[in-house]
């Protein structure tokens, strides 16, 4: 448990810590979900741990509770596409909060919730990986 993560935003001032942890999260899109009736997206794949100081990847998820609506834009077709998580941005509301998860390559998911409920959740210890995500400028 020494090297897992367990962290949880219940405002929007949270979200940009999680946000950091969570860049470079790589997941199948079959291993993308949203419950309906529990109001939960769940997102199920691999953390580049950037806390670490050493390339290194863990299985991790990633819950959106509290949801009201979820739509996605420029989502690959193929159920064995892989997205790449850039981002996750809240934009408080009125009566809402929209939560914005931005991917490599544009795609793009947004979710309308009650409140801010989002869990960063180590699955396994951190394992090392041969590579190191690049970020190249615009």
Request: net charge neutral; glycine share 6%.
């Amino acid at each position: 448990m020494k090297g897992r993560l367990h962290l949880r935003a219940e405002d929007a001032e949270d979200v940009p810590a999680i946000s950091a942890l969570a860049q470079d999260f790589v997941a199948r899109v079959t291993d993308i979900g949203y419950d309906m009736r529990a109001r939960r997206l769940v997102l199920l794949g691999n953390r580049f741990c950037w806390e670490t100081g050493r390339p290194m990847r863990t299985r991790t998820a990633l819950v959106l509770s509290s949801l009201l609506t979820v739509k996605r834009r420029n989502w690959p077709e193929q159920a064995e596409a892989v997205v790449e998580l850039l981002a996750i941005e809240a934009e408080p509301g009125d009566s809402a909060v929209t939560l914005h998860l931005h991917f490599a390559g544009g795609a793009a998911i947004r979710a309308q919730a009650e409140c801010v409920d989002l869990l960063l959740d180590d699955l396994a210890e951190p394992v090392p990986t041969p590579r190191k995500p690049v970020h190249r400028a615009g």
